[in-house]
């Protein structure tokens, strides 16, 4: 659990936005971001992001949902969301656990990601959902 990033406090409802500023959420943290993470998968690979998770509740539209866009492949089972004017990753239903969303902290209103200093890598290619349960 990380409570600060950098100079910025992480706030129990703590504001995120989009490049442009067309969308701004607020999360609800309150043990601060929680299992900071990159991803390896094909989508991943490309945004680049730093996420951390939230509970489904835990993220609430303030401004901008006409212009969030979803984006869905494989399974259709995660729901990626970006803002359709600038492009930016916001967040996105996770597939292994579509109960909780994933955010991108650099969204995260005064939170630089690069100084969350080393992240783990989650191994999105060999998925968990994919994976053939053995007989």
């Given amino acids: 659990m990380i409570r600060k990033v950098g100079n910025t406090e992480i706030q129990q409802k703590h504001k995120a936005s989009c490049h442009c500023g067309s969308v701004v959420l607020e999360l609800t943290l309150p043990n601060g971001i929680e299992n900071p993470r990159r991803c390896d998968c094909s989508i991943c690979r490309r945004k ?3 996420v951390g998770s939230v509970d489904l509740s835990g993220i609430r539209i303030l401004e901008g949902a006409d212009v969030l866009k979803l984006y869905q492949f494989n399974t259709n089972t995660a729901k990626h969301y970006f803002c359709s004017n600038c492009g930016i990753y916001t967040h996105h239903q996770r597939r292994s656990n579509p109960s909780e969303y994933g955010f991108n ?3 995260l209103e005064g939170v630089n ?3 969350l200093g080393e992240v783990v890598t989650n191994d999105g290619v060999n998925h968990p959902a994919d994976r053939k349960p053995d007989n």
């Fill in 48 to 50: 680049g992001a730093i």
């Fill in 105 to 107: 902290i650099g969204c």
């Fill in 113 to 115: 990601p690069f100084d």
